[in-house]
């Protein structure tokens, strides 16, 4: 009887143990790129109750999420939630930026050792090298001995490879030219065969060869302007930005196989293959746990390309919807409710059309980018002599080449803040720091914070700026971002699944603290350049 009683405690214990320190099988991190959070409450109307409302009535919702440094853009997005550290911290500044020691542009995914697996050469030279931080995937796959998986994939390159870090199992993007994915020889020398498999579907093919129409009515489409905007840009080959659009005509005029990435499509055979890999891969189909980082990009190539207040960019929302719905339906069939973890959260936000609010009599325009490089050239050139003062494209940072400065014997710091008065006087500038104030200062002041979380003392230049509110640099159709301000880097934070405390709050949150969060729902390290804190209102 002893024996038996001592059986059953030992078997509780272990149950007990056991459940103490369960994990999730499985972490999701969704992307959406240039999703800002006023899309989940003006479309909410016209989403199903299984997509984005099941993850935010059942999940956690941050309703004041932000970017917390000034440069909003894909890389330095995808780049700071996985690291949960700022540019200051992580390098990746930008999508593209001046290197002054290799004296030309750096991609931020780019590493020339490298060679295209499975898709065109030109596509192919990606990596996570130009990170300075690790992730929290490659956490992931220290905590786990290397066991647990880990797989990413995007339409863009920058969105799959700095996710997935720098010991991912498989980071595959689409390759425009042959509308296929593919990887680089930094993560495997051939494709396996279950991508060779999807690739053979020739699934680009087929959905481009429909037609992109509303997927509801178009007069309950109430929640966006109208159809026919001067402010949106369109398809070449077609007069006008109004559905529907003919794909099977327009790819033959827009770049073939790329035109899938502006379309709604390009999401959807994203998350085709999401649920082919978690199904080839065996993710989250043991104890240890696995993660799959999924970002959704033709959100960005619509959004760019037709603006905010578009009946387009409102359909491609209604639409991935229900993608996400048909991914966590997915995930409930082949992981189970309850044993993986989602993360929802975008790379940037996005700002209105600067020439239909300056037609709406906001002070706001587009910055012409070639007066202002006449105009600090011209101002530097008179007050201390001709010469070319400046190395590489003027930017939001602007870089002063050091060897013409000392050349002429002039002090580094005055030629600075002398730039930066300049600039700031130009309409459309709001404020300009110098390298040598953002190395040796610990900004409080907000804008001032921001600029300075943005800026690396080795990728950085001598000069950031940012500019006035809604300001942008020369976009008259569509929109563009990449400011300070709350059009940019004001986002959905939202978890939902395992470990995850049903609730919302409007304190204001960021998005380095999705890292921290993640780690303290794995027991993991955090990532080595973290800086965000963990959500306590998320974690059960």
Known sequence: MKKSILLICLFTLTIALKAQNDNPKLVVGIMVDQMKQEYIWRFQSDFG???????????????????NYASTSTGPGHASVYTGTTPSVHGIVSNTWYSRLLNRP?????????????????NGKISPMNLYSSTITDELKISTMQQGKVIAMSIKDRGSALPGGHYSDGSYWYDSRTGTFMTSSYYMDELPDWMVKFNSQKLANHYLNQTWNTIKPIAEYTESGIDNSPYEGGFRGKDTPTFPYDLKELRKTNGNFSLLSSTPFGNTILNDLALAAIDAESLGADAITDFLAVSFSSTDYIGHNFGPQSKEVQDTYIRLDK????????LD?????????????ADHAVAENSKRMKDDKFRVDNLNGSEYSKYLNTAVNEKYG??????????YDLFLDHDVVAEKNVDLYELQMFVARKAMQFEGIHLALTSTDMARNSYTEKTRSLMQESFHPKESGDIKTILDPAWQRG????????????????????????????????????????????????QIRLPNGSKGQPIIEAIR
Not at 49 to 67: V, W
Not at 106 to 122: H, N, P
Not at 478 to 498: M, Q, R, S
Request: charge should be neutral; include cysteine; aromatic fraction near 10%.
């Open 49 to 67: 109750e299984n997509g984005f409302k099941r993850l935010m009535r059942d999940g956690f919702a941050a309703k004041n999420g932000h970017y």
């Open 106 to 122: 750096v991609y931020c995914a780019e590493d020339t050792a490298v060679v295209a697996v499975g898709g065109s050469a030109r």
């Open 323 to 330: 993608e996400i719905e048909r991914l966590l339906n997915a």
């Open 333 to 345: 069939s082949k992981v189970g409710k309850g044993n993986y973890v989602v993360f929802l959260s």
């Open 386 to 395: 001709e010469a070319e003062w400046f190395e590489g494209p003027m930017g």
């Open 475 to 522: 976009r008259d159709k569509g929109t563009g971002h990449g400011n300070a301000w709350t059009l940019d880097t004001h986002v959905p934070i939202i978890f939902y699944g395992w470990g995850v405390k049903q609730g919302t709050s409007v304190r204001e949150m960021h998005i380095t603290d999705i890292a921290a969060t993640v780690s303290m729902l794995l």
